[in-house]
């Protein structure tokens, strides 16, 4: 089958790479501009443009592909449109697809959502799921549609989520999932039998951006919401707190059942216990500013943090 890949960010890797493998004509990747990082703001492309330029395949760029945007969308839809693709596949790739390019190819436009859809819709399902304190989640495949992660359902595979994942971990394995799906699931459509499942608006629920403000630890919460939290935003784009005025970034951390009346947020013990919900919440791994990642092991070894110390603020 000819398909056009469109997908951003090291999640949507894994589903080219297996496209590819699997003998498709990838005829073109559609990804999103080169962006500066880090202190020194060098332009860094995506990594599904890496991915797609050590296989060959030619790589497009636009802002948009709305024709009445600019000169660049219309020009890359006109090279999308002579093309030709029998199926579009969108992974993770950060534009919505007008309506004149989901119709667009025989098979239409696949989409791989990594929730079990109707559930998180949005742009951040694997992070929501945990800090809600999912025990499943999984990867659908649906047929695009104009609404926002609305379209008929095709296949979808699952995976319980262990109380200690956090959403880096669940994220490789949603990404792998993801690419053996759409394997089958270009299998099943070029073979005239895949299902058309259509989505209900009941039970759903909406994955929305995560925020900085999102990831700031209250540890006036109960501790599960709090340890959820802190294990949903880890590593990126991480839960974090203040200490000493500074902000400490806590990447995991450990329930206990010890009981204090400290108040909420501050130091229980000399070992990064913090009172929260009425217990001691112990951090594990952590950042302070301007340091590095480390174990509060090695945290505490250069600086103490005493019982009473306030976090927050």
Do not use: W
């Not at 092991?297 to 306030?310: E, F, M, N, Q």
Request: proline residues 6%; charged residues 25%.
């Amino acid at each position: 089958m000819k398909i056009v890949f469109m997908g951003t960010p090291d999640f949507a890797v894994p589903c080219l790479d297996a496209l590819i493998n699997a003998g498709h004509e990838v005829a073109a990747v559609f990804t999103q501009p080169d962006k500066p990082k880090n202190r020194g703001h060098k332009m860094t492309p995506p990594p599904v443009k890496e991915c797609a330029l050590l296989h060959g395949i030619p790589v497009y760029q636009p802002l948009s592909l709305r024709r009445n945007k600019s000169e660049d969308a219309a020009a890359a839809f006109d090279t999308l449109k002579s093309i030709a693709p029998d199926c579009i596949v969108v992974v993770a790739y950060g534009q919505i697809l007008p309506k004149e390019v989901l119709d667009l190819p025989e098979y239409g436009c696949i989409n791989v959502h990594a929730s079990l859809l109707p559930r998180y819709r949005g742009a951040a399902p694997i992070q929501h799921c945990i800090i809600n304190g999912e025990k499943e989640t999984g990867v659908t495949t649906m047929y695009m549609a104009e609404g926002l992660d609305t379209g008929d359902m095709i296949l979808t595979d699952r995976i319980a989520i262990d109380e200690k994942m956090t959403a880096s971990e669940l994220h490789d394995r949603l990404s792998e999932m993801g690419a053996s799906l759409i394997v089958k699931t270009l299998d099943e459509v070029g073979k005239g039998i895949a299902p058309r499942i259509a989505q209900t608006d009941e039970n759903t629920c909406y994955a929305s951006m995560i925020t900085k403000e999102m990831c700031r630890i209250d540890f006036s919460q109960p501790i599960e919401k709090v340890y959820d939290l802190i294990r949903g935003m880890s590593a990126s784009p991480c839960a974090f707190t203040f200490l000493d005025g500074k902000r400490f970034k806590v990447y995991f951390a450990e329930k206990t059942d010890i009981k204090t009346d400290a108040p909420a947020g501050t130091a229980a013990d000399d070992r990064l216990g913090v009172s929260c919900g009425g217990y001691v919440l112990r951090l594990t791994d952590v950042q302070a500013e301007g340091s590095k990642r480390m174990s509060a092991d090695d945290y505490l070894r250069g600086k103490k943090v005493p019982a009473g110390t306030v976090f927050g603020e």
